[in-house]
Each structure stands twice: as structure tokens, then as C-alpha cells.
Nanobody, 123 residues
């Protein structure tokens, strides 16, 4: 049973920073690709970033490129999302997801999901 637990969300002013964490258990983490997605109120869930298990190749949505950084610590079975220069439009519930293949921006490619952590950016 794979379990993903996100943390680090909260309320921050525009221009501020937050670091989200996602701790994984139940699977060989080092051979898994991880993704971050978000869902704003009244909107569909969307891709934010992914990091592959081979070479830790990263990919970002255009809306966060240059502001967000994804990273992983295989020794801690944890993936991080450093979010800088936050904007009100970044307000959403952020979810991490895991798959046993290369990184992907498609939700349907992921097998396991966390419960989400809320990020609110005030203007």
C-alpha cells in the first residue's frame, strides 16, 4: 500500500514563499517519478511539476516556471516543491502523485495520490 502525505501548505502574502513536502511510503521511492498538481476552487486539477526517477529530470508548467522548484531526497522518501514569488492565482490545494515510470504531466499517468495541502496566497 503506497501512502503519500503532503505538508507545508498555509497562508502567505503575495511575493512570499512556501515549501511543500510529500513523504512517501510503501514503494521503492528511488524508482518512482513524482508529480505535483493543484486544484483551485471551481477549476480542474492541473499539472504543476514533475521529477523523474532516472536522472531526476524536472519539468514545469509555464505558469510556475522560474518560480517553483521541485526536488527529491531519496534517502528520506520525500519530494519537495519550493514555491517562490507566490501570486494569488497560485491559491489551490496542492497534491503530490507517484508513478513507477518516467515523469509525466498527465494526471491519468499517476497511480497514487496524496490527500492534498491547502495553499492560500493573499494579495
Amino acid at each position: 500500500q503506497v501512502r503519500l502525505v503532503e505538508s507545508g501548505g498555509g497562508l502567505v502574502q503575495a511575493g512570499g514563499s512556501l515549501r511543500l513536502s510529500c513523504a512517501a511510503s510503501g514503494r521503492t521511492f528511488s524508482r518512482s517519478s513524482l508529480g505535483w498538481f493543484r486544484q483551485a476552487p471551481g477549476k480542474e486539477r492541473e499539472f504543476v511539476s514533475t521529477i523523474s526517477w532516472i536522472g531526476s529530470i524536472t519539468y514545469y508548467a509555464d505558469s510556475v516556471k522560474g518560480r517553483f522548484t521541485i526536488s527529491r531526497d531519496n534517502a528520506k522518501n520525500t519530494v519537495y516543491l519550493q514555491m517562490n514569488s507566490l501570486k494569488p492565482e497560485d491559491t489551490a490545494v496542492y497534491y503530490c502523485a507517484l508513478r513507477g515510470d518516467s515523469g509525466s504531466s498527465r494526471m491519468l499517468d499517476y497511480d497514487y495520490w496524496g490527500q492534498g495541502t491547502q495553499v492560500i496566497v493573499s494579495s
